[in-house]
C-alpha cells in the first residue's frame, strides 16, 4: 500500500511568515510522530500522537509551533513567525500500535526561511 | 529511558563486512532494539529488531549478547549503496514518544 507522505516538498519562505507542513500516515497507523532533521544532524523530536490520546508536545522548541491531527489521519505541522533557525527537514512517520518503534518515514518537507 | 552510544563515522571498502556496534547499558526488560538506516535526502528507514541473540534478515544481522547491554549491527559484504547513516534506538512500543532519541547515528562511508 501507499506510504507516508508530506507535502509540499520544498518550502521556501521569508523570515517571519507562517507555513503549513502536511503529512499523511499510512492507513491504520494510530501513531504519528513528527521531527526536525537540521543539516548533517540527527533527528530532534517534535511531537507524537497516539490515537484519541493527548499529544506528547515535549519536543516543540517554542510556542511558535503547533501541530494538529484529525483522528487517526492526516497531521499539519504549522510553525509560525518562521525564523531562519527553522530552516530544516521536517520528517513525519507514522507506527502501527502493535510495532516495537518500527517507525515508517515520509520524504520529509525541506523548509527554507530566508 | 536506554540511552544509546554508537560511534560517530566508521569507514569500510566495498565486500567487506561491516559491524556497528551500539551500546545501551539502562536498556529494560521490555525494551526492544531498534536499527534504521538513512540516505541523503531521505527519511530513515526501518532495518532490523531484536530483542536478545540473533536477528537476521535479507539486509542484515542484530547480534544481541546475553545481558542486552549492547547490539551489534553486521551488514555482509557492503557495497557503495550502503553509504548511510545508521540509527540504533531502544524501547517498547508503549514508551514515552519523546524519549526514542534518534541520536546521531553512525555515519557509514563505503570506498569502492
Known amino acids: 500500500g501507499a506510504g507516508v507522505s508530506q507535502s509540499p516538498s520544498n518550502k521556501v519562505t521569508e523570515k517571519g511568515k507562517d507555513v503549513e507542513l502536511r503529512c499523511d500516515p499510512i492507513s491504520g497507523h494510530t501513531a504519528l510522530y513528527w521531527y526536525r532533521q537540521r543539516l548533517g544532524q540527527g533527528l530532534e523530536f517534535l511531537i507524537y500522537?497516539?490515537?484519541?490520546?493527548?499529544?506528547?508536545k515535549s519536543g516543540l522548541p517554542s510556542d511558535r509551533f503547533s501541530a494538529e491531527r484529525t483522528g487517526e489521519s492526516v497531521s499539519t505541522l504549522t510553525i509560525q513567525r518562521t525564523q531562519q533557525e527553522d530552516s530544516a527537514v521536517y520528517l513525519c512517520?507514522?507506527?502501527?500500535?502493535?510495532?516495537?518503534?518500527?517507525?515508517?518515514f515520509g520524504p520529509g518537507t525541506r523548509l527554507t526561511v530566508l | 529511558l536506554a540511552k544509546t552510544t554508537q560511534p560517530i563515522s566508521m569507514d569500510s571498502y566495498e565486500g567487506q563486512e561491516v559491524n556497528i556496534t551500539c551500546s545501551h547499558n539502562?536498556?529494560?526488560?521490555?525494551?526492544?532494539i531498534t536499527w534504521y538506516q538513512q540516505f541523503p535526502s531521505q527519511g530513515p528507514r526501518f532495518i532490523i529488531q531484536?530483542?536478545?541473540t540473533k536477528v537476521t534478515n535479507e539486509v542484515a544481522s542484530l547480534f544481541i549478547p546475553a545481558d542486552r547491554k549492547s547490539s551489534t549491527l553486521s551488514l555482509p559484504r557492503v557495497s557503495l549503496s550502503d553509504t548511510a547513516v545508521y540509527y540504533c534506538?531502544?524501547?517498547?512500543?508503549?514508551?514515552?514518544?519523546?524519549?526514542?532519541?534518534f541520536g546521531s547515528g553512525t555515519r557509514l562511508s563505503i570506498r569502492p
Open positions: 500522537f497516539q490515537g484519541n490520546s493527548a499529544p506528547d
Open positions: 531484536g530483542y536478545k
Open positions: 539502562n536498556i529494560a526488560t521490555n525494551d526492544y
Open positions: 512517520a507514522s507506527r502501527d500500535p502493535g510495532s516495537y518503534n518500527e517507525q515508517f
Open positions: 534506538l531502544v524501547g517498547t512500543r508503549y514508551s514515552s514518544a519523546s524519549k526514542i532519541i
